[in-house]
């Protein structure tokens, strides 16, 4: 298990550090990199513009402003965002917990439902609660996540619902499908046809089947969350990091926008390995 | 479900013809602009769907937003869908450390969320620029940064096809690997290919759609359902102007036509 968390952890070191470098190159070689507003400000001093643009030169080597970014990350400096005109430190520390809360929030709500609607579907076997139930779900699937966070604004509902919506809408059918191939097993179907009871046959024997498997699903459904937080977040008007992600980029804040990648990445794969060493346990101890 | 596909289908084309016909049904064009009547209009006979807050016709940028989305759409999901191709099948027929490097490729692709991606890329790019040449960068980006998930099935697939019987049979009988791959392993993998084009289509509607309402999609006066969308912001002063919602209807529509073309299988994939 330490091994397998080691290799998790390694992973995601690399692919943090090789996602920094695509951000990186993608930053440097963005039109308009070499150029500051700053340097049509008519109150510098002609130093003072000098000054800035052997700043700008200096970050001309891709590796030199990588490993730049890299030793002032590692103290904890990330930068300073330019159109918020403050530390991206500062920024992130204040808006990362208003979208932790939003995501446990909108995960919770998302996951209940789609557990709710796939375990009755799949018990209940009547055609017309299940047609109901995929078009309910499929109706969210088709509809822009920026639209339903509209509609909450105007419903004046709290934006975790439609974040949970969207969760609901995309983890619906792959839960149902799993419960339903793990409710067809023969094992499932004699304890069925011998009588045992509806939750019991869920907990004791579903759950241990399909288990592994819902919690992968439930894993790539927070990169699902994370992603719905923006058109929430910037629509809904929630301080988060989604809507900080969005004003960096109306704003080409090209600094906070690398910080943001960065955090986004560790974000999805913490969730991915968490659920995969979750799954594990959860083989080994059927096992 | 033969029929709800039949009707999918035909809804889908009714739309696609109608979007291509944007130039008859709707005259005007999307960027002519009514100065003799007032602005936001109700329906009348001369607009149907009544005029935007420049006063230009709503009906004729509905129809002409959905024709660039509905034409591009298909052709990002191409591009990604041949991006797909070359890496996963590629990937799953050599194998070894070519498939290692090419899977930690998408992997580090698909960590990050899509919209993410997409607007981080977006936003490296300028955003200042014509309407043709936003239609262009919002499109060419969905189609080139779409590729990883696809890649992965078509990885799969290829490396499945590889360890099958009739290629080992192929193999010993002497065939070239190229001859096996365009020969034996791409045919095999069409059905998948093709499951995938379409998957993509809908997911890209709805990426433009939600970058147009973010302000990061095509730009004014060209419309697109995303720009078209972004009307919605006002939704709390509509009182009752339901036709504004056409827009969004057509494009709910669409991408369900699209779900219910695909079957669950291919879904699931």
């Known amino acids: 298990m330490l091994a397998r968390i080691s290799r998790h952890l390694l992973r995601i070191a690399l692919t943090l550090l090789l996602g920094g470098l695509l951000a990186a190159t993608l930053i440097r070689y963005a039109p308009g990199f070499d150029t500051d507003e700053q340097q049509m400000d008519s109150r510098l001093s002609s130093e003072s513009i000098e000054a800035l643009r052997q700043q700008r030169a200096a970050q001309g080597n891709l590796f030199h402003f990588y490993g730049r970014f890299l030793s002032s990350a590692v103290r904890g400096d990330f930068g300073h965002s330019q159109t918020l005109n403050r530390p991206v430190r500062e920024l992130v520390g204040e808006r990362l917990p208003v979208t932790l809360r939003l995501m446990t929030c909108g995960l919770v709500v998302g996951w209940s439902l789609a557990m709710l609607f796939a375990v009755s579907a799949t018990m209940a076997r009547i055609a017309a609660w299940d047609v109901a139930t995929t078009a309910v779900a499929g109706l969210f699937l088709c509809i822009p996540s920026a639209v339903l966070a509209l509609a909450f604004v105007f419903l004046r509902a709290p934006g975790y619902l439609a974040l949970g919506l969207m969760v609901f809408a995309n983890v619906f059918r792959y839960w149902r499908n799993l419960l339903d191939k793990s409710y067809a097993m023969p094992h499932i179907i004699t304890a069925r046809a011998k009588g045992l009871g509806t939750l019991r046959i869920l907990l004791y024997h579903v759950l241990p089947v399909s288990g592994a498997q819902l919690l992968a699903v439930a894993g790539i459904s927070v990169s699902i969350a994370l992603g719905a937080s923006i058109p929430v977040e910037a629509l809904c008007g929630i301080p988060g990091i989604g809507q900080l992600a969005w004003q960096a980029a109306l704003g080409r804040d090209l600094s906070l926008l690398v910080t943001l990648t960065l955090l986004v990445t560790v974000m999805t794969l913490l969730a991915n390995t968490t659920s995969d060493l979750l799954g594990q346990a959860f083989r080994t101890q059927r096992a | ?269």
Not at chain 2, 75 to 82: G, P, Q, R, V
Not at chain 2, 182 to 207: D, E, G, Y
Not at chain 2, 221 to 230: C, K, N, Q, T
């Open chain 2, 1 to 269: 479900m033969k029929r709800i596909r039949q009707f999918a289908c035909g809804l889908l084309l009714a739309v696609g013809i109608a979007s291509l016909g944007a130039s008859v049904f709707a005259p005007a064009g999307y960027d002519t602009q009514f100065r003799d009547e007032l602005p936001n209009a109700g329906p009348s006979k001369l607009h149907w769907l009544g005029t935007d807050d420049l006063g230009r016709d709503r009906f004729a940028r509905v129809l002409y937003g959905t024709r660039v989305s509905l034409l591009l759409a298909p052709a990002a999901a191409l591009l990604s869908t041949l991006l797909a191709a070359f890496v996963g099948t590629l990937a799953g027929y050599i194998g070894g450390a070519f498939e290692k490097l090419a899977l930690a490729g998408t992997d580090l692709f698909l960590s990050l969320p899509w919209l993410f991606l997409l607007l981080m890329v977006r936003a490296m790019l300028p955003l200042n620029v014509s309407a043709f040449t936003s239609v262009a960068v919002t499109f060419l980006l969905l189609g080139l940064l779409g590729w990883a998930a696809s890649a992965r099935v078509l990885c799969a697939g290829a490396r499945s096809i590889r360890n099958s019987d009739f290629v080992l049979l192929a193999r010993a009988s002497g065939i070239s690997r190229a001859r096996l791959l365009m020969r034996h392993v791409l045919p095999n993998l069409k059905p998948v290919l093709l499951a995938q084009f379409w998957i993509s289509i809908p997911v890209f509607i709805l990426s433009e759609a939600n970058l147009g309402i973010l302000g990061l999609g095509v730009a004014e006066p060209l419309p697109s359902w995303g720009s078209l969308l972004r009307e919605l912001e006002s939704f709390a002063n509509f009182s009752g102007e339901y036709w504004r919602l056409v827009p969004l209807l057509l494009l709910v529509v669409t991408v369900t036509s699209f779900q219910l073309i695909l079957s669950r299988d291919e879904v699931t994939a």
